[in-house]
T-cell receptor
Framework: AQKITQTQPGMFVQEKEAVTLDCTYD???????LFWYKQPSSGEMIFLIY??????QNATEGRYSLNFQKARKSANLVISASQLGDSAMYFC?????????????FGKGTKLSVKP | NAGVTQTPKFRVLKTGQSMTLLCAQD?????MYWYRQDPGMGLRLIHY???????AKGEVPDGYNVSRLKKQNFLLGLESAAPSQTSVYFC??????????FGPGTRLLVL
C-alpha cells in the first residue's frame, strides 16, 4: 500500500534562514507524483510544488524547492529565506495509482513556526 | 476567477439530520474531489468525479453520497449525520490526475 511519512510533527526556524521539511514515501509503482501543500491557520490548502517520478531535475517554485531522492524514496521540501508568513502546517502528498489514481495520499503534516 | 468555492463555511447539525455541501469551480476542470480532514491527520478522500455525470468512491465513502450534475458543481450529501462525521471538508478540482486546487473548507459539527 502507498504511504507518506512525515516524521517531524513540529519545526522551528529563525526568520531568513532555510529549513528542510522531511517526507518519505512508499510505493511499488514506477510512475507517481509528489506534492507539497501549505495549510495556514486560516485553514485553506495551498499548492506549493510538484515533482513527477520521471523528472530528472528537482522542482523549484520561487523560495520552495523539492529535494527528490528517488532511490531513498524521499521528497523533502526546502524553504529558503524563511518569512513569518511561512508559519503553517505543511503536508506532503502522493498521487495514488490504479483504481485510486484520483486519490492524493497525505502525510500527517509538519507544523512550521518561524521565529522573528 | 474565484477558483474553488464551498458553501456553507460552517454548519452545526444534530445527529440524524441531513445536509448537502456545495462545491463550485470556475476553472473548467474535469476532475473534482471531496476530502475530509480530522485532527492530527492529513486529508482523506471521500468521493471523486472524473467528469459530469460520473462519480467514484474514495478511501472513506461510507455515510456520504455525491452528485456531479454539472461540470462546475460537485455536491456532497450526508443523509443521516453522525458525530463521527464532525470534520473539516475540503473540495478540490484539477485538469487531470495532477495538481489539485482546494477550496477554503467547510467546518461541520454534528452534535
Amino acid at each position: 500500500a502507498q504511504k507518506i511519512t512525515q516524521t517531524q510533527p513540529g519545526m522551528f526556524v529563525q526568520e531568513k534562514e532555510a529549513v528542510t521539511l522531511d517526507c518519505t514515501y512508499d510505493t511499488s509503482d514506477q510512475s507517481y507524483g509528489l506534492f507539497w501543500y501549505k495549510q495556514p491557520s486560516s485553514g485553506e490548502m495551498i499548492f506549493l510544488i510538484y515533482q513527477g517520478s520521471y523528472d530528472e531535475q528537482n522542482a523549484t517554485e520561487g523560495r520552495y524547492s523539492l529535494n527528490f531522492q528517488k532511490a531513498r524514496k524521499s521528497a523533502n521540501l526546502v524553504i529558503s529565506a524563511s518569512q513569518l508568513g511561512d508559519s503553517a502546517m505543511y503536508f506532503c502528498a502522493m498521487r495514488g495509482t490504479g483504481g485510486s489514481q484520483g486519490n492524493l495520499i497525505f502525510g500527517k503534516g509538519t507544523k512550521l513556526s518561524v521565529k522573528p | 476567477n474565484a477558483g474553488v468555492t464551498q458553501t456553507p463555511k460552517f454548519r452545526v447539525l444534530k445527529t440524524g439530520q441531513s445536509m448537502t455541501l456545495l462545491c463550485a469551480q470556475d476553472m473548467n476542470h474535469e476532475y473534482m474531489y471531496w476530502y475530509r480532514q480530522d485532527p492530527g491527520m492529513g486529508l482523506r478522500l471521500i468521493h471523486y468525479s472524473v467528469g459530469e455525470g460520473t462519480t467514484a468512491k474514495g478511501e472513506v465513502p461510507d455515510g456520504y453520497n455525491v452528485s456531479r450534475l454539472k461540470k462546475q458543481n460537485f455536491l456532497l450529501g450526508l443523509e443521516s449525520a453522525a458525530p463521527s462525521q464532525t470534520s473539516v471538508y475540503f473540495c478540490a478540482s484539477s485538469w487531470d490526475w495532477e495538481t489539485q486546487y482546494f477550496g477554503p473548507g467547510t467546518r461541520l459539527l454534528v452534535l
